[in-house]
């Protein structure tokens, strides 16, 4: 079986940093890309960041220079550094993680729980 725990989120004020953090456990052969999706009320989900195994990058235009996505292979987890938080930025926070399982050798898509970013004005 795999897992994604994420934590980090919490409420904070408009111009405020938070860390998200998320944790991938069970029978993982390998992990592919890993990345960060939000929705809020009313709204789509939309990709945030994500980053491959090796380093490369994407960001939504909207947290660009604002949010740093970051990973630890040997660790198992990917990390959402969020600086320069806007009220729009609220939203259900989700990690997300393309994993090859040990137990049959196919990629298969992971969505974590969710975890709550809620910034004041």
């Known amino acids: 079986q795999v897992q994604l725990v994420e934590s980090g989120g919490g409420l904070v004020q408009a111009g405020g940093s938070l860390r998200l953090s998320c944790a991938a456990s069970g029978s993982i052969f390998s992990i592919n890309t890993m990345g960060w999706y939000r929705q809020a009320p009313g709204k789509q989900r939309e990709l945030v960041a994500d980053?491959?195994?090796?380093?490369?990058?994407n960001y939504a235009v909207s947290v660009k220079g604002r949010f740093t996505i970051s990973r630890d292979n040997a660790k198992n987890t990917v990390y959402l550094q969020m600086n320069s938080l806007k009220p729009e930025d609220t939203a259900v926070y989700y990690c997300?993680?393309?994993?090859?399982?040990?137990?049959?050798?196919?990629?298969?898509?992971?969505w974590g729980q969710g975890t709550q970013v809620t910034v004041s004005s």
């Open positions: 997300n993680a393309a994993i090859v399982q040990r137990t049959t050798l196919r990629e298969f898509n992971y």
């Open positions: 980053i491959t195994p090796g380093g490369p990058t």
